[in-house]
Nanobody, 124 residues
Framework: QMQLVESGGGLVQTGGSLRLSCAASGRIYAGNIMGWFRQAPGKEREFVARITWNGDNTYFADSVKGRFTISRDNAKNTVYLQMNSLKPEDTAVYYC?????????????????WGQGTQVTVFS
């Protein structure tokens, strides 16, 4: 099994930045796709970003495009989500996920392993 642990969440003012990290441990599956999702109170979990194994292909939700970047360091088994120009509507619990047979990578059911989430709160 692959375990995922997110970190880096917190409280930040509108316009600020945060960098989330997701550390993988246990059985690491080469070729995995890593994704970030988020869930705001009362809403469904939604796709944020995803990155391929070698980092050559990334994809973002329209709501974060141009503000968020995703990267990974396979030597450290870690994926990052750099969040800039944060808005109150970015407030949510952020989850990282790993998938082995991902197509586009925007659907929750494409991912096999999930972290426990980290809270991001953006205040105005």
């Amino acid at each position: 099994q692959m375990q995922l642990v997110e970190s880096g969440g917190g409280l930040v003012q509108t316009g600020g930045s945060l960098r989330l990290s997701c550390a993988a441990s246990g059985r690491i599956y080469a070729g995995n796709i890593m994704g970030w999702f988020r869930q705001a109170p009362g809403k469904e979990r939604e796709f944020v970003a995803r990155i391929t194994w070698n980092g050559d292909n990334t994809y973002f939700a329209d709501s974060v495009k141009g503000r968020f970047t995703i990267s990974r360091d396979n030597a450290k088994n870690t994926v990052y989500l750099q969040m800039n120009s944060l808005k109150p509507e970015d407030t949510a619990v952020y989850y990282c996920a790993a998938g082995l047979r991902v197509r586009l990578g925007v659907e929750r059911n494409e991912y096999d392993f999930w972290g426990q989430g980290t809270q991001v709160t953006v205040f105005s």
